[in-house]
């Protein structure tokens, strides 16, 4: 087994390549509401480069404004994290 990389180098080596690390998730469709879900199938460390986050990264107030626009059903597309002491959508 190769040594194991650090999640920074393992983070900057699959966001170069433009991967994420498939052996380890599967898509599953969960139902007509929450539509897909990413599942781990393999052993995930804390810490451990995962995925690129590929979307916008939107402020408080954007997110608001297309709150109001979007229809409804389409609210679950928002994620809410922290990155660098702010808040993102």
Known sequence: MPPRL???NDACHHVGAKTDKTW???VKF???VKGRGLFAV??????DF????RGDLIDDA???RR??????SMC??????????KTWW
């Open 42 to 47: 393999g052993s995930i460390c804390k810490g």
């Open 30 to 32: 969960i139902d007509a």
């Open 76 to 85: 679950c597309i928002f994620f809410l994290f922290k990155w660098i002491g």
């Open 67 to 72: 709150r109001k626009v979007y229809h409804p």
């Open 6 to 8: 650090s999640p920074l």
């Open 62 to 64: 954007e997110a608001e």
């Open 24 to 26: 380890k998730l599967e």
């Open 50 to 53: 995962v995925v690129e986050y």
